[in-house]
């Protein structure tokens, strides 16, 4: 499913659903990256592991190690934590309530991921 399937999720109130598919999208976005800079990853890889992988392939900015170090946080904290919290594991006796609020933000977290990872793997293309 892709990010729009999450967006369709959350406009329906499936919220864990929406999260979920943010996630999806958001590995098969750096799946994709990597495999077109002949990079390789596990196939089991999760997106942090996806994350660390794009980073140390150069396929994100590197512009100093403070800030490449936030920029791995934020999308290995951010979007894979968010996901495992309120929607990717069965919720046990009690019953978890997924605020509307968190899951808009991890969309958007995950929207400005793919944007930013998208948009340098074009720029990647465009060199001469």
């Known amino acids: 499913m892709s990010s729009w399937g999450a967006y369709e999720h959350y406009r329906h109130g499936n919220l864990e659903e929406a999260l979920v598919d943010a996630l999806k999208a958001f590995e098969s976005t750096m799946k994709v990256i990597l495999t077109a800079n002949g990079k390789t990853y596990g196939a089991l890889d999760t997106a942090s592991k996806l994350v660390l992988t794009c980073s140390k392939a150069g396929l994100m900015p590197s512009y100093n190690e403070s800030h490449l170090t936030s920029l791995e946080n934020v999308l290995i904290s951010g979007i894979p934590t968010l996901r495992n919290k309120n929607g990717g594991h069965g919720q046990g006796e009690e019953i978890r309530t997924v605020e509307p609020e ?10 400005s991921a793919i944007v930013m990872l998208a ?3 074009a720029k990647r293309r465009a060199a001469p």
Do not use: F, K, Q, S
Not at 102 to 110: D, E, K, M, N, P
């Open 102 to 111: 968190i899951v808009a933000y991890g969309l958007h977290l995950t929207a």
């Open 119 to 121: 948009g340098l793997e």
